[in-house]
């Protein structure tokens, strides 16, 4: 997706992606590379990573990576540290890492619950302590997280996920809050079901056709969405087109919150 110059919302804002090497991340680093941001993404997976970076480093993009897991604190610093030891400050941070299982609470073990909060829950704790340590010498900054349909309602086969993205949701809210007066903006974005790589493969599990087709008619659109159409709209709240939003939790779910 390209802008137009004059629509280059981000043109020399220093931008930290956390789980940038696929789906919602990946689309978020496309759409801010297109608006002229100074990107440091952040990924687990190491190859897929280096990939995206050097597409976007072709097209003209300054991009950093820093490899790692988000739970762990020395990983979540040093995604921050990329940004201001390359650039000297950071601008933005998505706080998108996160892991998908979908399961009943009758199936999920103890280790599945601990495994979900310890990267969607403390790995997004963990982003968003870092940033706002480094946003607070300039005054100015802005957080985007990835909450979820499933961080504001109830759904079947959520036991794990769903309330780790109520932690998601919470997170935005409290930081809004308690940061506001020192110009740090906390928002969060609240998907939908989306076509990431991890729903494309849904259809290779058990029960897992059934399911989607199922979640798709619960869209009033009609469909599930497209990484890109979240991408947007975290890019919105990111800039200064949204100055005066914060605490803000917008939908991106094709309606799926106002039945």
Not at 47 to 55: F, M, P
Not at 194 to 204: A, C, G, Q
Request: aromatic fraction near 6%; proline fraction near 5%.
């Amino acid at each position: 997706m390209t802008a137009p110059p004059e629509a280059r919302r981000l043109r020399g804002k220093t931008c930290l992606i956390t789980g940038a090497a696929q789906g919602i991340g990946r689309a978020t680093a496309e759409r801010f590379a297109a608006e002229g941001a100074r990107l440091v993404l952040g990924d687990i997976d190491g190859a897929a990573l280096g990939r995206l970076a050097t597409r976007l480093t072709a097209a003209g993009t300054e991009v950093r990576t820093a490899v790692g897991d988000v739970a762990d604190p020395g990983a979540a610093y040093r995604m921050t540290d990329t940004a201001m030891e390359s650039y000297g400050r950071l601008d933005v941070l998505v706080a998108n890492a996160g892991v998908l299982p979908l399961q009943r609470i009758t199936e999920a073990t103890p280790q599945d619950w601990d495994h979900v909060m310890a990267v969607d829950g403390r790995g997004m704790f963990l982003s968003c302590k870092y940033a706002i340590e480094a946003m607070l010498p300039n005054r100015s900054g802005s957080i985007v997280c990835l909450s979820s349909i499933s961080g504001l309602a109830g759904q079947e086969s959520q036991s794990t996920y769903g309330p780790a993205k109520f932690v998601a949701s919470g997170l935005t809210l409290h930081l809004a809050v308690e940061w506001a007066a020192h110009g740090i903006r906390v928002n969060a974005v609240a998907p939908g079901t989306i076509r990431t790589d991890r729903v494309r493969r849904l259809p290779d599990e058990p029960g897992g056709a059934d399911y989607l087709a199922d979640v798709a008619r619960r869209h009033p659109l009609g469909r599930i969405g497209e990484p890109a159409e979240v991408a947007a709209a975290i890019c919105f709240l990111a800039s200064d087109e949204a100055s005066f939003v914060t605490g803000a939790i917008l939908p991106v779910d094709g309606g799926y919150l106002a039945q």
